[in-house]
């Protein structure tokens, strides 16, 4: 369903699907392809852009989609089983150009790039490692005793690794852990007993940082700019697509049960989020059309939805980022078990700046679909995110 909205420029304004004009936010000819915890009064405070002092190129219409697969294996139950689903449903939604985060492996990498190969035949992904030193900081009896307590009672049963020991059967155990141990179990998710008998390293999944873009069209300028990060190696994607700089990226999540390690550069989660959203606020090109996607783990609040790191959403908006929902959509939401979230938000996003007048927008909620998984008594979600679509067209 789709519904026409007068231009809002400062605020988020939408439900499944929702079609918005808006100003200052390129024009096509109709018909055009490519050639190649706040109240509810939060809304997104945009910056007013300068008019362009040189002429922007006619943009095409395209299609930009972000998703958070979580395939991260050991943290986010049932990966292996989901990812062929995933490969599947994204086959589906039509796309043109597809930002997925947390694709952690290189086996699953290859997977969804190889199914996926005919609709999207130019794809950019960096390989980031991780050089640490192997370390054991915790105990082998209790790390042996959490690793079979969140299995029998949490992975097995489609529930995550992070509810499980922040607020589920297992949270006794792991509270019982210290600092030094829970940061290297929430680096080790995949493994856990590596932490006390050997191999466990500082960052997730070998140092990889999951980001993965795929277009039918030619990536310009593809690279990847790394942020500053503990934890998890994280960055940004930026290439021009079909006129579009296209940014695709993830960033930091606020992690309550894993606490900031002291004498680093940030002092929390939420400070080591602050420089990346800044970063993003420098990456936007002058004179050309900005279009960043990803689980940016910040969103505003509002009546129906739980903000995110709200301040360090604001300053997305300072800098011109805009996005053209209503306050009710929720991307993490409290009816996907594997989200086991009692409050809904929206922190994946599809946001622009910079861009021309006569664009419209329309939005879609994706990869929301109940699914059954054999063995499994319940059903299920493609992943603990929803997936955001936004096709961009001319003024009709």
């Not at 026409?4 to 390129?26: D, Y």
């Not at 055009?32 to 007013?48: G, M, R």
């Not at 021009?240 to 695709?248: E, K, M």
């Not at 008594?377 to 992943?383: F, G, H, K, Q, V």
Request: with cysteine; proline share 7%.
């Amino acid at each position: 369903m789709s519904a026409r909205f007068p231009l809002l420029p400062a605020t988020l304004a939408v439900s499944s699907a929702v079609l918005f004009q808006v100003q200052g936010a390129g024009q096509t000819t109709p018909g055009d392809t490519p050639d190649a915890q706040e109240p509810a009064t939060d809304v997104l405070e945009t910056a007013t852009p300068e008019p362009l002092e040189t002429e922007v190129p006619t943009l095409p219409q395209m299609t930009f989609a972000t998703y958070n697969t979580g395939l991260a294996h050991g943290a986010v139950a049932l990966a292996a089983e989901r990812l062929p689903l995933i490969e599947k449903h994204l086959a589906t939604i039509g796309a043109d150009v597809i930002c997925l985060q947390e694709v952690w492996t290189d086996d699953d990498a290859a997977s969804i790039t190889g199914t996926l190969k005919d609709a999207y035949p130019y794809t950019f992904r960096e390989v980031t490692t991780d050089t640490s030193e192997p370390t054991t900081p915790c105990g082998p009896l209790r790390t042996y005793f959490l690793k079979r307590c969140v299995e029998k009672k949490c992975s097995s049963k489609g529930i995550s690794a992070e509810e499980c020991v922040s607020a589920g059967p297992c949270k006794k155990k792991y509270d019982a852990l210290d600092d030094d141990c829970k940061r290297c179990l929430a680096a080790n998710t995949s493994n856990p007993t590596g932490c006390a008998l050997g191999g466990a390293q500082d960052f997730v999944s070998d140092g990889r940082n999951g980001l993965l873009l795929m277009s039918k069209y030619p990536l310009e300028n593809a690279r990847y700019v790394p942020h500053d990060t503990l934890l998890v190696k994280r960055g940004m994607i930026a290439a021009d697509i079909a006129g579009y700089h296209t940014i695709c990226t993830h960033l930091s999540a606020d992690l309550g049960v894993v606490p900031y390690p002291p004498g680093r550069d940030f002092e929390s989660w939420e400070d080591e989020h602050a420089a990346q959203v800044q970063a993003l606020a420098d990456a936007a090109v002058p004179g050309q059309c900005t279009v960043l996607l990803g689980d940016l783990n910040t969103g505003p609040g509002t009546a129906s939805l739980t903000g995110e790191l709200p301040d360090n959403f604001r300053t997305l908006g300072a800098a011109g980022y805009q996005a053209f929902w209503d306050d009710t959509t929720c991307t993490w939401c409290k009816d996907n078990p594997l989200a086991g979230s009692d409050v809904n938000k929206r922190i994946d996003h599809a946001m622009f700046n910079g861009c021309p007048e006569g664009l419209t927008f329309e939005y879609t909620r994706i990869m929301d679909e109940e699914i059954t998984i054999e063995g499994q008594a319940e059903p299920t979600r493609l992943s603990d995110h929803y997936g955001v679509e936004v096709t961009v067209r001319p003024n009709p």
